[in-house]
């Protein structure tokens, strides 16, 4: 069936560094939308990137990531970590309009 | 508006009593979602509301009830807590032809 990966459960950086939080996918459809969820603490997730085509970077409050079907990959990147950015990522795959298949999801925590 | 609202934020049950959350919407959205969210997990999807169709994941049909008396508004009905209902339940709405879902604050319950 669909699957979504986040291999890192937990990513520590300083501010000022880059972020590459991975997300890998599993689908048999071709026309599969990915997502990029973002949760704040104490607030709802809310949508940050999403993408249906192959190889368009889509960018998004300084947060970008390309959809490559070769390898079945969303990476989410910025250039810049912020203070402001901790919170948990969840990578999403939906290939219909009622469901969202979530990754485990990523802590991202930006030191001063 | 897109906003989702969720009623109460805050609920608190005894064991084996019943729980009913409340969800709204005025997006004009034809789908409705819960969610079941647990620290460190990804959200769960108990069940959602395509219009008046109900769909209920296999797992928890039995655990989790709904209604949509009309597209505006959802309920989640829990008719004896467990300590495992302890959680955030989210409620979400979607558009057919955008597929991003609107996530509401939630409702943090405690089964005690």
């Known amino acids: 069936g669909d699957s979504v990966t986040q291999k890192e459960g937990l990513v520590t950086l300083t501010e000022g560094l880059p972020v590459m939080l991975n997300c890998t996918y599993q689908?048999?459809?071709?026309?599969?939308?990915l997502f990029w969820y973002v949760h704040y603490l104490n607030e709802s997730p809310r949508l940050l990137l999403k993408?249906?085509?192959d190889n368009k970077r889509t960018e998004h409050q300084g947060f970008h990531a390309t959809l490559h079907k070769s390898s079945s990959s969303f990476h989410l990147q910025k250039s810049s970590a912020q203070l402001s950015d901790s919170a948990l990522y969840y990578c999403?795959?939906?290939?219909?309009?009622?469901?969202?298949?979530w990754g485990s999801g990523t802590k991202l925590i930006i030191k001063p | 508006d897109t906003t989702v609202k969720q009623n109460p934020r805050y609920k608190l049950a005894r064991v084996g009593k019943p729980v009913n959350l409340i969800c709204s919407q005025t997006m004009n959205h034809d789908t409705m979602y819960w969610y079941q969210k647990k620290p460190n997990q990804a959200p769960k999807l108990l069940l959602f509301y395509y219009d008046k169709i109900l769909n209920r994941e296999a797992d928890t049909f039995e655990k989790f009830q709904s209604s949509r008396p009309n597209n505006s508004f959802c309920s989640l009905y829990i008719g004896s807590a467990g300590l495992e209902y302890s959680a955030m339940y989210l409620c979400a709405s979607s558009r057919e032809d955008t597929l991003e879902q609107y996530f509401g604050p939630g409702t943090r319950l405690t089964v005690l």
């Open positions: 999403a795959l939906s290939e219909s309009n009622y469901q969202l298949i």
């Open positions: 993408s249906s085509t």
């Open positions: 689908t048999i459809y071709s026309n599969a939308f």
